[in-house]
């Protein structure tokens, strides 16, 4: 609630051409009168950039005609029957009070209005802020038309462009040569951000060997996330794909040819392919680079990129937007592994590694295994042979058991969760007993449980049939995960 007011306050004096409504403290009565065309309702879009303090937040309306008016709404809360502004004659949005308007303006000839405010540094990151497109049409004034209202976390202020040296970011993922839809509107590449904290690309300048764009909107790659930048941003036209950013014109050759991100005269990232020599080339398939391999410099190199083999939308192969398996096929397979070789994963992307002594957050393991499936395994340190495996789908795999002793079954194993107790698995029909650590000892060898402790993986009992292991340094425990 404190939040909310001092954003309130702070735009209602003004950073930029803000209206100065005052916060409505009750709604009124509506006097409006719902329109008899039930498409009006649903054909306006409103789109909202990433918010965070100090952000420019771009505001577009989709679906408005030539000439009529646009307002935008604003509110730190929602509901389905919220109070009206007289301004807006009476028409009531789906926002509580207080709210105020944000932005108003006329929708241009190819029927978008859009609009762009800088939001406040004082905004509480984390919090909740609503919008909401309210259009003026015919002669009657205000109508019901309105869009659905967008709701936006504000998120940390990212890292701007302006601050990345080399390695901040990685090229990983390029489809040169598309094959379902034409070059012009289908190629596109991904980016990866390393490090902990978002980035802003705006600023940001694409070049290859004879074309350059400069991003010149707000574009957020999370921490350790993936944006996709395209030459076309219509779904209906770039072959399915859902892009960060749509930079027009700079086309990627299909032999020989460079993409390369530069912050002013520093180089962020470059790859240089060839016309399948070192870097394979397939029509109608994106080059990836082996997700166990994600570097600025080694991706300079052919041998670790690989084709990719699964579709999207259009039908050709490429995963725009998700991170990539490892090179090669996803080892797959139904209940338990034992001395399973690293060798033979193949696809599957390492995502956690630490040892029986380490501690590491969930969420944080979570986000970074962020591939359909997980994969539970340990060794002894640094061995290449994994002592026991088994995955599922993450749901199965981060089924919570709470601490019972009551298995989850997928894939043939037993699978166990908990954020405060312990997570394993054990051989399909074996039962568990959790102290907190699954204790039981027949089929030894085919169970893994690791401790948790307030959202952590703490310590760990087990490895196979190797048992005392908490505040082991010498035993690893790893998660793989992989898109099937
Ligand atoms: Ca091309
Ligand atoms: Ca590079
Ligand atoms: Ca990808």
Same mark, same amino acid.
């Given at each position: 609630?404190?939040?909310?007011?001092?954003?309130?306050?702070?735009?209602?004096?003004?950073?930029?051409?803000?209206?100065?409504?005052? #916060?409505?403290?009750?709604?009124?009565?509506?006097?409006?009168? #719902?329109?008899?065309?039930?498409?009006?309702?649903?054909?306006?879009? &409103?789109?909202?950039?990433?918010?965070?303090?100090?952000?420019?937040?771009?505001?577009?309306?989709?679906?408005?005609?030539?000439?009529?008016?646009?307002?935008?709404?604003?509110?730190?809360?929602?509901?389905?029957?919220?109070?009206? &502004?007289?301004?807006?004659?009476?028409?009531?949005?789906?926002?509580?009070?207080?709210?105020?308007?944000?932005?108003?303006?006329?929708?241009?000839?190819?029927?978008?209005?859009?609009?762009?405010?800088?939001? #406040?540094?004082?905004?509480?990151?984390?919090?909740?802020?609503?919008?909401?497109?309210?259009?003026?049409?015919?002669?009657?004034?205000?109508?019901?038309?309105?869009?659905?209202?967008?709701?936006?976390?504000?998120?940390?202020?990212?890292?701007?462009?302006?601050?990345?040296?080399?390695?901040? !970011?990685?090229?990983?993922e390029i489809m040169v040569r598309p094959a379902a839809v034409a070059s012009e509107a289908g190629e596109w590449f991904e980016?990866?951000?390393?490090?902990?904290?978002?980035?802003? !690309?705006?600023?940001?300048?694409?070049?290859?060997?004879?074309?350059?764009?400069?991003?010149?909107?707000?574009?957020?790659?999370?921490?350790?996330?993936v944006a996709v930048l395209a030459s076309h941003g219509s779904i209906a036209a770039n072959g399915g794909i859902d892009v960060d950013y749509a930079y027009g014109s700079l086309p990627l050759?299909d032999?020989?040819?460079?993409?390369?991100?530069?912050?002013?005269?520093?180089?962020?990232?470059?790859?240089?392919?060839?016309?399948?020599?070192?870097?394979?080339?397939v029509a109608g398939a994106s080059k990836y680079?082996?997700?166990?391999?994600?570097?600025?410099?080694?991706?300079?190199?052919?041998?670790?990129?690989?084709t990719s083999d699964k579709t999207y939308a259009s039908g050709d192969y490429g995963t725009p937007g998700v991170?990539n398996?490892?090179?090669?096929?996803?080892?797959?397979?139904?209940?338990?592994?034992?001395?399973?070789?690293?060798?033979?994963?193949?696809?599957?992307?390492?995502?956690?590694?630490?040892?029986?002594?380490?501690?590491?957050?969930?969420?944080?393991?979570?986000?970074?295994?962020?591939?359909?499936?997980?994969?539970?395994?340990?060794?002894?340190?640094?061995?290449?042979?994994?002592?026991? @495996?088994?995955?599922?789908?993450?749901?199965?795999?981060?089924?919570?058991?709470?601490?019972?002793?009551?298995?989850?079954?997928?894939?043939?194993?037993?699978?166990?969760?908990?954020?405060?107790?312990?997570?394993?698995?054990?051989?399909?029909?074996?039962?568990?007993?959790?102290?907190?650590?699954?204790?039981?000892?027949?089929?030894?060898?085919?169970?893994?449980?690791?401790?948790?402790? @307030?959202?952590?993986?703490?310590?760990?009992?087990?490895?196979?049939?190797?048992?005392?292991?908490?505040?082991?340094?010498?035993?690893?425990?790893?998660?793989?995960?992989?898109?099937?």
């Amino acid at each position: 609630m404190t939040a909310r007011i001092a954003l309130i306050s702070l735009w209602a004096s003004g950073c930029t051409a803000i209206q100065a409504d005052a #916060p409505l403290a009750e709604p009124p009565a509506t006097s409006a009168t #719902p329109s008899a065309d039930p498409l009006w309702r649903s054909e306006l879009t &409103l789109e909202v950039s990433p918010a965070f303090p100090g952000a420019t937040v771009e505001f577009e309306v989709l679906g408005a005609g030539a000439g009529e008016e646009v307002y935008i709404a604003r509110s730190g809360a929602r509901t389905g029957a919220g109070p009206c &502004l007289g301004t807006m004659d009476g028409l009531c949005l789906d926002l509580r009070s207080p709210l105020t308007v944000q932005a108003s303006g006329t929708v241009e000839a190819d029927g978008v209005y859009r609009v762009s405010q800088t939001l #406040p540094w004082s905004v509480s990151v984390g919090s909740d802020i609503y919008f909401q497109a309210v259009l003026v049409r015919g002669d009657t004034g205000f109508d019901w038309l309105k869009s659905e209202v967008a709701e936006v976390e504000v998120i940390e202020t990212p890292r701007s462009a302006s601050d990345l040296r080399a390695g901040d !970011l990685v090229i990983t993922e390029i489809m040169v040569r598309p094959a379902a839809v034409a070059s012009e509107a289908g190629e596109w590449f991904e980016v990866y951000n390393p490090n902990s904290k978002g980035v802003d !690309l705006d600023g940001l300048m694409l070049s290859t060997a004879t074309a350059t764009v400069v991003v010149d909107e707000t574009v957020v790659i999370p921490g350790r996330g993936v944006a996709v930048l395209a030459s076309h941003g219509s779904i209906a036209a770039n072959g399915g794909i859902d892009v960060d950013y749509a930079y027009g014109s700079l086309p990627l050759d299909d032999l020989w040819g460079e993409l390369q991100l530069w912050n002013g005269g520093t180089l962020v990232d470059g790859v240089a392919w060839d016309d399948g020599t070192e870097f394979e080339d397939v029509a109608g398939a994106s080059k990836y680079l082996d997700g166990n391999i994600v570097d600025a410099d080694r991706n300079d190199l052919g041998e670790h990129w690989c084709t990719s083999d699964k579709t999207y939308a259009s039908g050709d192969y490429g995963t725009p937007g998700v991170r990539n398996n490892g090179c090669g096929p996803v080892l797959e397979f139904t209940g338990v592994l034992t001395d399973l070789r690293l060798s033979e994963l193949g696809g599957w992307r390492r995502c956690f590694k630490g040892t029986y002594a380490n501690s590491k957050d969930l969420d944080v393991i979570a986000a970074n295994c962020d591939g359909s499936h997980l994969l539970l395994t340990c060794r002894k340190k640094d061995d290449t042979v994994l002592t026991v @495996a088994a995955y599922a789908g993450r749901e199965h795999v981060l089924y919570d058991t709470d601490t019972s002793n009551i298995t989850h079954r997928a894939n043939g194993v037993e699978w166990y969760f908990d954020q405060s107790w312990s997570w394993g698995f054990a051989d399909e029909g074996s039962t568990v007993y959790r102290n907190s650590c699954d204790t039981e000892s027949g089929d030894a060898e085919q169970r893994l449980c690791w401790h948790t402790s @307030a959202s952590r993986v703490t310590g760990g009992w087990r490895c196979g049939s190797t048992t005392s292991l908490n505040s082991s340094s010498d035993w690893e425990r790893l998660v793989y995960t992989a898109d099937l």
